[in-house]
C-alpha cells in the first residue's frame, strides 16, 4: 500500500518520519547505511522487476514497492516530511505534476505518495525502460519516452501521449530540468509541462523536493552516496489553472520550488 494510505490518516495532509520509530539494528553494526541501503533496493526492484515481466504488476503493486523503497530509507535513519496533500485531494479528476528533480530517489518514491491518490504516470528518458532490472518496471507503468536529444520529437511526444493519458484520467509527473542536480536552475527548468496542462485543460501541481540524501554517482549516476544526516522534503502546492500561455503559472511553480529550497537550506 502506498503512503498515503499505510501512513498518513485521510485526515491529515503531511507525514513526518517519527524520530523514535524502531530501525534494523543490522546496518548499524555490520553495514554502512549506503551497502545496506542498496541492498534493499536491489532486492525490492529485482522481485518487482520479475512481476512486471509476467504482467502480474499493477498499479497498486508498483505503489506498494515504492512504499518499501520508502522504509527503506527510514530504516537506514533517513528522516522524510511530506507536505501539502491536501491539495492532490481538494480537485477531481487528472493533473500535471511539475517538479524539480535532485535524484533517483523521487523517482523511486513519489508513486507511493500520489498514486493512492492519482493514478499517475512519468515522463521519463527512454534508457530508463531499456535497463535490465529497472527496465521492466518502468515499461509496465507506460511512460512517455522522451530521447533528450530532439526537442521537438520530445515536445510531440509529451502533448501527444500524455493529452491521451490525461483525458483518461491518469495524472503525469513531468521534471521539466535536462538533468538531475542537487540545485535548481531556473534557466534550464521549461515550461513543458505547462504546455501539456494547457493542451489538455487540466491543472498543474508544483512539487518542490529536496531528495540530495541520494546522491548523484560519480560513475553509475543512480549510485551514489547516501547521506542520512540530510532530510528528505516532498512539498505539493495548491492546484494551478493554466490561463492564456501559461507564462505566470509557469513563474508561479518556478516561485513555489525556490521558496521552499531556500527555507529548507535553513535547516
Not at 76 to 95: C, K, M, T, W, Y
Not at 173 to 182: A, I, N, W
Amino acid at each position: 500500500m502506498g503512503v498515503a494510505e499505510a501512513v498518513i490518516p485521510a485526515e491529515q495532509n503531511g507525514y513526518k518520519t517519527d524520530p523514535d520509530r524502531p530501525r534494523s539494528i543490522f546496518p548499524r553494526i555490520f553495514l554502512k547505511p549506503r551497502v545496506t541501503f542498496y541492498l534493499q533496493i536491489f532486492w525490492i526492484v529485482w522481485k518487482n522487476s520479475r512481476k512486471a515481466l509476467k504482467g502480474m504488476y499493477p498499479a497498486e503493486k508498483w505503489a506498494e514497492s515504492s512504499f518499501e523503497i520508502f522504509r527503506a530509507l527510514e530504516n537506514i535513519g533517513a528522516v522524510i516530511e511530506i507536505s501539502g496533500l491536501e491539495h492532490l485531494r481538494n480537485f477531481d479528476g487528472p493533473a500535471v505534476f511539475i517538479s524539480n528533480h535532485m535524484s533517483t530517489l523521487e523517482t523511486l518514491v513519489l508513486p507511493s505518495i500520489i498514486q493512492p491518490l492519482k493514478p499517475v504516470t512519468f515522463v521519463v528518458k527512454e534508457s530508463l525502460v531499456k535497463m535490465p532490472v529497472f527496465g521492466p518496471i518502468m515499461r509496465s507503468r507506460d511512460p512517455i519516452l522522451v530521447s533528450r536529444t530532439n526537442a521537438r520529437e520530445d515536445l510531440r511526444a509529451v502533448l501527444e501521449g500524455g493529452t491521451e493519458k490525461l483525458r483518461n484520467g491518469q495524472s503525469i509527473v513531468v521534471f521539466p530540468q535536462s538533468t538531475r542536480s542537487s540545485s535548481f536552475n531556473v534557466e534550464e527548468f521549461n515550461s513543458l509541462g505547462i504546455k501539456l496542462a494547457l493542451k489538455a485543460n487540466v491543472p498543474v501541481v508544483p512539487i518542490a523536493l529536496k531528495t540530495d540524501a541520494w546522491g548523484i554517482g560519480k560513475k553509475i549516476k543512480d549510485f551514489g552516496p547516501i547521506d542520512i544526516r540530510k532530510k528528505i522534503h516532498f512539498a505539493f502546492g495548491a492546484q494551478i489553472t493554466i490561463q492564456n500561455r501559461g507564462a505566470e503559472e509557469h513563474q508561479k511553480v518556478i516561485n513555489f520550488i525556490t521558496e521552499h529550497l531556500e527555507d529548507w537550506k535553513k535547516e
